[in-house]
């Protein structure tokens, strides 16, 4: 007891010292050199992180292998990932607060809303409990647990040492972009998807702290963790011109492939979330119906790299292995089937694994369903005698083809598969595949599945970049609380008085709640108050015309749209309902080009 608790001290004694000399340096050189320093900082940090992460899910992995060598069945498959769930919500319900924020969105957010701020708690919360989670055969991905670590690596590093918001914005994507090179031993990768997920503008200037932080992710991974852990392929591969078809194929199945995996896993999670029990129970229910679908189909368990790679080795037939269809693995029309059914049914183990309570991500199963259809349809081409395709060409190529529809990145997808695959000789395919798949989901799904039901919100940045500045603006800092109101009860006179004392050029009209009855604009009534007869006879609510609102909690960017689209100068705001001030167009755009100074990464 003693002993652990010196060990405390001295870790405290030597971070505190290690701080000091960070504070020394910046005082010491630029702040553009302290932004380096900080970026190779946050790399190391968010490398760490990986390698917690992928060595403790690798090492029950092969705990479950073994396992299964000696029941024959997947008896253990099926049990480590209820355990898994259950002690992952046990730790969010007790030791962090009864939540936790899931999903790379919770970054963009973070961008969009928060100043760039994340959390503490994000910096160890994440890869608890998606080690719990996935690294115990939840059907996830660790990908999106471990951006999210690095962004709060990022931020909090940045609150620390006092960074401004554009360079606190930038150390959160380096986290982000150092995380993603960690875990695929891919650098330009984690540069690409910090650039497409997570800053929706940015300069060019800023490619140098995130390629500084993804090359030292990459690096550190690299050195300390095996080469099993990573997903790689050592194939030499090559592209002929004659299969351009099939690829595009290949990138049709895939955009329609990823609107069906988003909208069902959306499906899945929303059904398990919204289980009327406690978290416990609800949690052992999504996480049985998970455990079926594992004893069913194995390489559902944890992120099924292992899978992807026996699919690209042309060994389909692995995946029967410890299933009841293992007796069937040297028929290859069964084995086919049995790649479709699994590809389809991993939407639905991702949902449960998430809505039950779990914690991890869609990053690992887009790659596993594009593996699998990449697969398949190599493989139906030549079963049916049209053609003999390279199986492993189509198996990598329609991961990209997947995680470009899914998400909305094809440049991350594109150079993802480049990096892995060890050179770019299958560089025309992806292209072709990820941009017919992104296209498609693009088409149906405006937004990625990871934002799809907040980027209408306005909580996070999308590529309009005139509508993320005004969602950056919170209506709550900008709206007036001093118009002066009436009730129907009043007359044509009040009106008259209040126009001619306060310089309004518009009266809401209220009830006793403060509910919005309507609205009377002055140039609508100018006339009457020169006309005596009228002004005796006319009543307020004949006058009165339909007021256009919005909640205090909408984004300015809705507020602006309703003022255009109705030719108004403002637009009253509520709160439940009740009246409680307006705001100006004029205002909003006033606000606005000040934002617009201040908002671009640089």
């Avoid at 090359?215 to 991974?221: C, D, E, K, N």
């Avoid at 852990?229 to 990823?258: C, E, H, Q, W």
């Avoid at 990096?419 to 000789?425: A, D, P, R, S, V």
């Avoid at 909580?459 to 609380?481: A, P, Q, R």
Wanted: charged residues 15%.
């Amino acid at each position: 007891m003693v002993a652990s608790k010196n060990k405390k001290n001295r870790f405290k004694k030597t971070f505190r010292y290690l701080e000091g000399i960070l504070y020394l340096l910046k005082t010491i050189i630029s702040d553009r050199q302290f932004l380096y320093i900080s970026c190779v900082l946050v790399g190391i940090s968010s490398a760490l992180a990986v390698i917690l992460l992928k060595s403790f899910a690798h090492s029950v992995f092969k705990l479950a292998t073994y396992l299964d060598t000696i029941y024959k069945l997947p008896f253990s498959n099926s049990i480590f990932p209820v355990i898994g769930i259950l002690l992952t919500v046990f730790i969010i319900k007790k030791f962090l607060d009864g939540s936790i924020e899931k999903g790379t969105s919770q970054i963009m957010i973070a961008v969009a809303k928060k100043s760039g701020y994340m959390p503490r708690k994000q910096m160890y919360a994440q890869i608890i409990t998606s080690s719990l989670t996935v690294g115990m055969g939840g059907s996830a991905g660790l990908e999106s647990p471990i951006t999210i670590t690095g962004a709060a690596f990022g931020s909090n590093f940045a609150q620390n040492f006092r960074f401004n918001y554009k360079d606190r914005t930038l150390l959160l994507a380096c986290g982000v972009a150092s995380g993603i090179a960690a875990a695929f031993n891919a650098p330009i990768t984690g540069v690409l998807f910090a650039i497409e997920i997570i800053l929706a503008d940015m300069s060019v200037t800023a490619f140098i702290p995130l390629m500084i932080s993804s090359a030292t992710g990459a690096i550190v991974s690299g050195v300390v963790l095996k080469e099993g852990m990573f997903l790689n392929f050592k194939s030499n591969f090559t592209f002929d011109y004659s299969n351009i078809i099939y690829y595009v194929l290949v990138g049709i199945a895939a955009g329609f492939f990823s609107i069906y995996h988003a909208r069902m896993f959306r499906k899945i999670e929303h059904f398990t979330s919204q289980l009327r029990y406690n978290v416990y129970k609800k949690a052992f229910i999504g996480a049985a119906m998970l455990a079926v679908l594992i004893f069913l189909f194995p390489t559902l368990f944890g992120e099924g790299y292992e899978s992807i790679k026996s699919l690209a080795n042309n060994n389909a037939a692995d995946i029967l292995e410890n299933s009841l269809l293992e007796k069937f693995r040297k028929n290859p029309w069964i084995v086919l089937v049995f790649v479709g059914l699994t590809a389809f049914i991993k939407s639905i183990a991702t949902g449960l694994t998430l809505g039950s309570g779990g914690n991890g991500g869609n990053f690992a199963p887009s790659l596993f369903v594009g593996s699998y259809l990449g697969y398949m349809v190599a493989k139906f081409i030549e079963l049916i005698g049209l053609k003999k395709l390279p199986i492993e060409n189509f198996t990598v190529v329609g991961m990209a083809a997947v995680l470009s529809g899914l998400f909305h990145a094809p440049l991350t997808a594109i150079f993802l598969i480049a990096e892995i695959t060890g050179g770019y000789g299958l560089m025309v395919p992806l292209l072709i595949v990820s941009s017919i798949s992104f296209a498609i989901s693009k088409r149906y799904d405006n937004y990625s599945m990871d934002i799809f039901t907040i980027a209408d919100k306005g909580l996070v940045f999308t590529s309009d970049k005139d509508k993320n500045i005004l969602n950056k603006i919170e209506l709550h800092n900008i709206y007036s609380n001093d118009a002066e109101v009436l009730t129907t009860e009043h007359s044509m006179h009040d009106v008259k008085n209040l126009f001619l004392t306060t310089g309004q050029t518009f009266i809401p009209i209220i009830n006793e709640e403060r509910n919005v009855l309507g609205i009377i604009y002055l140039n609508d009534v100018r006339s009457i108050f020169f006309n005596n007869f009228k002004l005796n006879t006319t009543s307020i609510k004949s006058e009165m015309k339909p007021a256009f609102s919005v909640s205090l909690s909408e984004n300015t960017g809705n507020a602006l749209q309703l003022i255009d689209e109705n030719h108004l100068s403002e637009i009253l705001v509520t709160q439940q309902n009740k009246l409680i001030g307006y705001v100006t167009k004029v205002k909003i755009l006033e606000v606005y080009r000040e934002n617009l100074k201040n908002l671009r990464i640089e």
